[in-house]
Nanobody, 125 residues
Framework: EVQLVESGGGLVQAGGSLRLSCAASGFTFDDWSMGWFRQAPGKEREGVSCMSAGDGESYYADSVEGRFTISRDNAKKTVYLLMNGLTPEDTAVYYC??????????????????WGQGTQVTVSS
């Protein structure tokens, strides 16, 4: 059974940083694409970032490009999302997702993925 446990969310002022972590279990982590999507009240779900298992290439949504950095530690079965330059528009519940496809790309990369319970990120102005 795929299990994903997010941590690292919280309240931060605009311009600040947070690092989200997602500990995975129940599947062969090395072979799955991993990433994050977010859901804000009244807004569409957005695929924020993902990292392919096949070549380690990363995808970022335009809204976070240059501010967020995704990484993964296969030995620890953990994926991270470092978020810098946070703005109130980044306020959302962030979900870790795992996709059995080895390559991921695009805003809907998480279609077909399993995801965790989410962690709240709130950015105050």
């Amino acid at each position: 059974e795929v299990q994903l446990v997010e941590s690292g969310g919280g309240l931060v002022q605009a311009g600040g940083s947070l690092r989200l972590s997602c500990a995975a279990s129940g599947f062969t982590f090395d072979d799955w694409s991993m990433g994050w999507f977010r859901q804000a009240p009244g807004k569409e779900r957005e695929g924020v970032s993902c990292m392919s298992a096949g070549d380690g290439e990363s995808y970022y949504a335009d809204s976070v490009e240059g501010r967020f950095t995704i990484s993964r530690d296969n030995a620890k079965k953990t994926v991270y999302l470092l978020m810098n330059g946070l703005t109130p528009e980044d306020t959302a519940v962030y979900y870790c997702a795992a996709d059995p496809l080895r390559y991921c790309y695009g805003r809907n990369w998480y279609d077909g993925a399993s995801w965790g319970q989410g962690t709240q990120v709130t950015v105050s102005s």
